[in-house]
């Protein structure tokens, strides 16, 4: 399978809300997830089972999709939102991930 | 607290081997799936390996399948990865990394970076 950011980059400012899309070659199971990645860290987890926040992430994260077709909705962006934002899903069988490329949030 | 730390990265010629460990702490170490998750410099996730809770299953991407073996000592909570044979392309930070709710990864470590040169 395979996972299709976009857009690639994507320009806003702060206060201003963002909508990352991500899109599978073939419908993915509901092991489906969205991580935050700012420079010289690892990534952390946002959003998981498609639309379920992660232990201690702001409500202004809101994730949707189903099948082929999912999002990463940023309500209104703060100052420390803009960082590098992956896809990921895992296959029930074999249990494998595959990562999406990424879409880069900057600040316009 | 969760904790996860990886150790073990550093410069190998091609054709070489390392062996990475990750020590857990913070957890049941033995109750969880781990993964090994890859991000070369500048560059996107790859996921390189997972592993079953009790070692008796475990799983390859393709391109490290033969080269690379993922291992756990679940008495010891820790997560290991011996790269035989690597090459250029294997260069990365390598991540050590949970899977938690969601069959997704919710604690990772700081990484330790693999550099393949001659």
């Known amino acids: 399978i395979v996972l299709t950011q976009s857009p690639a980059t994507l320009s806003l400012s702060p206060g201003e809300r963002a909508t990352l899309s991500c899109r599978a070659s073939q419908s993915v199971s509901t092991f489906f997830a969205w991580f935050q990645q700012k420079p010289g860290q690892a990534p952390r987890l946002l959003i998981f089972?498609?639309?379920k926040r992660a232990a201690g992430i702001p409500a202004r994260f809101s994730g949707s999709g189903s099948g082929t077709d999912f999002s990463l909705t940023i309500s209104s962006l703060e100052p420390e939102d803009f960082a590098v934002y992956y896809c990921?899903?895992?296959?029930?069988?074999?249990?494998?991930?595959?990562f999406g490329q990424g879409t880069k949030l900057e600040i316009k | 607290e969760v904790q996860l730390v990886e150790s073990g990265g550093g410069l190998v010629q091609p054709g070489g081997s390392l062996r990475l460990s990750c020590a857990a702490s913070?957890?049941?170490?033995?109750?969880?799936?781990m993964n090994w998750i890859r991000q070369a410099p500048g560059k996107g996730l790859e996921w390189v390996a997972n592993?079953?809770?009790?070692?008796?299953?475990?799983y390859y991407v393709e391109s490290v399948k033969g080269r690379f073996t993922i291992s756990r000592d679940n008495a010891k909570n820790s997560l290991f990865l011996q790269m035989n044979s690597v090459r250029a392309e294997d260069t990365a930070v390598y991540y050590c990394a949970r899977e938690g709710f969601g069959a997704s990864p919710d604690y990772w470590g700081p990484g330790t970076l693999v550099t393949v040169s001659s």
């Open positions: 089972d498609a639309s």
């Open positions: 913070g957890f049941t170490f033995s109750s969880y799936w």
């Open positions: 592993i079953k809770q009790d070692g008796s299953e475990k």
């Open positions: 990921q899903q895992r296959s029930n069988w074999p249990p494998e991930y595959t």
